[in-house]
């Protein structure tokens, strides 16, 4: 069967990490608001007990500090971490063979590389995103398919998105016109 649209591109390191930041951006931000939310209001009954009791000021500033830091590294030193360490991963797991080939058919989509073949279900794409040069498929049991948005051979990113949404309208899988 001939596929309906085709990506190719080599994972760098730059494009696996916007991939990873902007993934871990979409799920941890409800997380990282509540935990800064939380943060503030933890730093002011801590300031209100510290002046309250007549401490000083510059302790109501030093927890300030601390908070502060605590946010950023939620929100700025964590992720980067994290996709430090899922490169890292990736390396070890395909050695320098880090180019992808996806292939889009009727039904579902394969991902040719590192000498595997991944079919995944059109049906399990749960959401798409996108950054500055990539469009990201997250599935389920958080797999994500990274693809360059200039290196569709065959088709484009809209077709790719029709087809996925056209299966998810369907989710039995049967096609509307059959």
């Known amino acids: 069967m001939e596929p309906l649209a085709e ?6 390191k730059e494009l696996y990490y916007e991939g990873a930041l902007r993934v871990d951006r979409e ?3 409800p997380f990282a608001k509540k935990a800064m939310l939380a943060l503030a209001a933890a730093w002011a009954v801590l300031a209100a007990v510290t002046l309250f009791s007549r401490g000083s000021a510059v302790f109501v500033l030093i927890e300030l500090v601390v908070i502060a830091l605590v946010g950023i590294w939620l929100t700025v030193f964590f992720p980067r971490s994290k996709a430090r360490r899922g490169w890292r991963a990736l390396e070890d797991r395909c050695g320098t063979d880090l180019e992808r080939v996806t292939r889009f058919y ?24 996108s950054s500055e040069r990539l469009l990201i498929l ?15 051979v065959t088709g484009s990113a809209a ?3 029709e087809l996925i ?14």
């Not at 990506?7 to 760098?12: A, D, S």
């Not at 009727?106 to 995103?129: C, T």
């Not at 056209?166 to 059959?178: K, N, R």
């Open 7 to 12: 990506n190719r591109f080599t994972i760098t």
């Open 27 to 29: 799920r941890m931000a």
């Open 106 to 129: 009727r039904d579902r989509l394969e991902i040719d590389g590192a000498g595997a073949d991944v079919a995944i279900p059109y049906g399990e794409v749960e959401q798409f995103l």
């Open 138 to 152: 997250l599935s389920t049991g958080k797999r994500g398919v990274l693809l360059a948005q200039d290196g569709f």
């Open 159 to 161: 077709l790719v998105r």
């Open 165 to 178: 949404e056209q299966h998810q309208a369907t989710p039995d899988g049967a096609d509307e016109d059959e």
